[in-house]
């Protein structure tokens, strides 16, 4: 069983910057993929950025390309999400995922691990 517990959530101006960590417990994350979904009032939780267990690719959706990066610390057993250039349409609560799947996915079902997530919120 893996635990995790997402922090770095917060009220930004546009352009502005984040770091999202997830803390993982319960067991090593190393070798699983692990991604960020976000969800914002009235829509589908959808997948952000993921990090595959295959060879650690990284892998985003076209919104987040270029402002975005995810990055893992094995020896931490965290994640991290460091949002650059924030955009209103960034304002969502961020997830953080793990699972099995050693291609990684985009899809929410192949995560069996959910943090509770963390409300990024971006001012215009």
């Known amino acids: 069983q893996v635990q995790l517990v997402e922090s770095g959530g917060g009220l930004v101006q546009a352009g502005g910057s984040l770091r999202l960590s997830c803390a993982a417990s319960?067991?090593?994350?190393?070798?699983?993929?692990m991604g960020w979904f976000r969800q914002a009032p009235g829509t589908e939780r959808e997948f952000v950025a993921g990090i595959r267990m295959s060879d650690s690719g990284t892998t985003y959706t076209a919104s987040v390309k270029g402002r975005f990066t995810i990055s893992r610390d094995n020896s931490k057993n965290t994640l991290y999400l460091q949002m650059n250039n924030l955009k209103p349409e960034d304002t969502a609560v961020y997830y953080c995922a793990a699972g099995g799947s050693y291609w990684g996915s985009t899809m929410s079902r192949a995560y069996d691990y959910w943090g509770q997530g963390t409300q990024v919120t971006v001012s215009s």
């Open positions: 319960g067991r090593t994350v190393s070798n699983l993929s």
